[in-house]
């Protein structure tokens, strides 16, 4: 019997494109190639945080080294093959090209989509590769006018390989919320493009008790938990403010489990319905008017890198189905730090422990999270 | 068969010694009350939160009414009889006594706590009762120095009706992960006084978008999402500075589930596990040296006010057993905002269905969290 598919639809790309682009700046996001006096570290670091361009760390400390699992596709099947994975979902990592000028952004993101998609197509094309297969979530050019936005959206459906889009949480500069963003809502809700949602901006330093409290543990609070609720304010703002209301076909899909939206889903309904501000006036309830767990189980869809059980199954309950997660990596973040560069990667393996241990005795279940709801969700032909 | 003990651990008073000291400020807490020329609404306004301040609104709009819910006890137990509570263990709302002088905060901790003692004392002790109970979390002078909060801490213990303590996220004025508290954690670690943590301050309004996001829906980011993530960062703080590898013994029951710990407690670990701050140096691995479900196992109790159940069945899988989540209604907040005062509480009806549906067929597991898992963990003799 052949093993069922194993989808990652969260895993992401630097294509040499993006990094050259990168390497040109010297503001977050950048790339900073240390010196030969500055080695022995001498890979190229990425500083994609503002948390990251600690001004009292010389450059070629700062952020993460940009090895060649950011922009290889050979290390990217070389990494699917070590964790079983036969298919990639990928993405360009955060920022995405919210940092473009508005003049340039379109032409770029034209170029970024099509290479991921050429790439997608000559890997796919090519019987080198074991059957490994690629396709692509899209990149929007956000800064640029909204007429420029929706031509992309249009065009993305003509790139055989490409199956959504990825998304930040800045919109068109002020949330998902803002009411500019209808225009893109309504052509992503009629090219039904799935939009993958991700977290890059975190929470305040302020939010965490200053910059000194950060810094002492590290990417572990932007990370572990800016990130998270980063996405769930982000969420939380589209549906208070009726975006699912006027646009109910929107398809989300939330990284990281939809951060801690499915822990607090409760928490706002109840917040909702005890809020004086949306008391009925003149016979109309005020606020959103549809029930977040109807959002929740309508519009989302939830990726399941959330790294342990107890996140896992409120996750499926919060979907209200094992029918609308799937299963993810995060690559190339969040590598071993240990010596042996064959190990598996503890943050995959962890989140394929996960799915096992929610459902020990039931295949079925299993197979839809990791393959099987990607496949039908984006219509991959594998 | 009598019916199975139901105790409210998460419910609030505001004794009138503190309605008092409230009403003789004019900065947030404050209570306002309303002069006659700005009726219709009599009721006083409580004030508590920054963002209930706002100065574009005349001060009898602000906040939220004080009806005698905040602070009778025959309202107490009106609302335990309406929703068969037979135990209520009262605590200070937020924002307890933060703001108070140094020179005064112990003396007024001590007073309050006295309050809180004889109210109960005098309610167990009284025929007329039908039997409710109450007992207390007190409050500790936290502005005061450390030697007075731990005085407090031990003259509680003198107390009877006092089961522990209830605290905010701020600690000293650093956080709770402010190595200035080690006396006081040691403090209650040997007199073996559960802590009751509460957030308040929530996030800065930068996290949410500003202060005109979050005032398009009223209450509902800064309670729904703020308060759940100022807990987690608390906790989160504590863990990775190593407070609970240096007071193992430290017992914290954590308000609305853990705020977002359940959840992302697997992200937690996975980001200790892949920080490079961490990395092992000379020997010996950097950061928090307790896995993270180690301390929920075993330092952290939960309430089940989460309003759903896929946060409970979160909130029980993480905290590793049904045996350390407790009932409670966050009393009085979270009114009905109906016509119908006699109505029972959508508030509380919505976090016992929750339990109902968690534990269809097993009384056994309903019984432990709706008062069994609290008269055991706070010795309640009932």
């Known amino acids: 019997?052949?093993?069922?598919?194993?989808?990652?639809?969260?895993?992401?790309?630097?294509?040499?494109?993006?990094?050259?682009?990168?390497?040109?700046?010297?503001?977050?996001?950048?790339?900073?190639?240390?010196?030969?006096?500055?080695?022995p570290d001498s890979d190229p670091r990425l500083i994609i945080l503002?948390?990251?361009?600690?001004?009292?760390?010389?450059k070629s400390s700062r952020g993460r080294p940009v090895d060649s699992t950011y922009s290889s596709f050979d290390q990217k099947r070389a990494f699917m093959r070590r964790h079983g994975i036969s298919c990639s979902v990928i993405s360009l990592a955060n920022p995405w090209l919210?940092?473009?000028?508005?003049?340039?952004?379109?032409?770029?993101?034209?170029?970024?989509?099509?290479?991921?998609?050429?790439?997608?197509?000559?890997?796919?094309?090519?019987a080198s590769h074991e059957g490994l297969k690629l396709f692509a979530f899209g990149c929007l050019p956000l800064s640029a006018p909204a007429r420029d936005i929706v031509s992309e959206i249009q065009r993305l459906k003509s790139l055989g390989h490409v199956k959504g889009v990825i998304m930040g949480t800045t919109g068109l500069g002020n949330g998902l919320d803002?009411?500019?963003?209808?225009?893109?809502?309504s052509a992503l809700s009629s090219t039904a493009t799935l939009v993958f949602l991700h977290p890059h901006y975190g929470l305040p330093d302020s939010a965490f008790g200053g910059p000194e409290v950060v810094a002492k543990s590290g990417h572990v609070l932007p990370l572990a938990l800016g990130f998270p609720l980063e996405t769930t304010i982000a969420v939380s703002r589209m549906y208070l403010s009726g975006v699912f209301d006027r646009h109910p076909q929107l398809q989300f899909l939330l990284a990281h489990s939809g951060g801690t939206l499915p822990f607090l889903a409760g928490r706002i309904e109840s917040c909702v319905a005890h809020e004086r501000e949306f008391i009925a006036n003149g016979g109309h309830r005020q606020g959103p008017q549809r029930s977040i767990w109807d959002v929740l189980h309508t519009?989302?869809?939830?990726?399941?890198?959330?790294?342990?059980?107890?996140?896992?199954?409120?996750?499926?309950?919060?979907?209200?189905?094992?029918?609308?997660?799937?299963?993810?990596?995060?690559?190339?973040?969040?590598?071993?730090?240990?010596?042996?560069?064959?190990?598996?990667?503890?943050?995959?393996?962890?989140?394929?422990?996960?799915?096992?241990?929610?459902?020990?005795?039931?295949?079925?279940?299993?197979?839809?999270?990791?393959?099987?709801?990607a496949i039908r969700v984006l219509g991959l032909d594998l």
Chains 1, 2 share one sequence.
């Open 50 to 58: 503002a948390s990251d361009d600690d001004p009292s760390r010389p």
């Open 98 to 126: 919210d940092f473009l000028d508005p003049d340039s952004a379109l032409k770029t993101a034209q170029e970024i989509n099509n290479d991921l998609d050429a790439a997608c197509a000559e890997n796919n094309g090519s």
């Open 178 to 185: 803002d009411p500019a963003l209808d225009d893109v809502y």
């Open 1 to 39: 019997m052949p093993q069922p598919a194993v989808v990652d639809i969260h895993t992401h790309m630097y294509p040499p494109s993006y990094i050259k682009l990168l390497s040109s700046r010297s503001t977050v996001p950048y790339i900073y190639h240390p010196t030969p006096a500055e080695t």
């Open 299 to 373: 519009n989302i869809y939830l990726d399941a890198v959330i790294y342990g059980q107890p996140g896992l199954k409120a996750a499926i309950e919060a979907a209200g189905s094992v029918d609308r997660v799937m299963f993810g990596t995060d690559h190339p973040f969040f590598p071993p730090l240990g010596d042996d560069k064959e190990a598996k990667w503890l943050s995959v393996e962890s989140n394929k422990g996960a799915i096992d241990g929610c459902f020990p005795e039931d295949e079925d279940a299993k197979r839809k999270i990791l393959g099987g709801n």
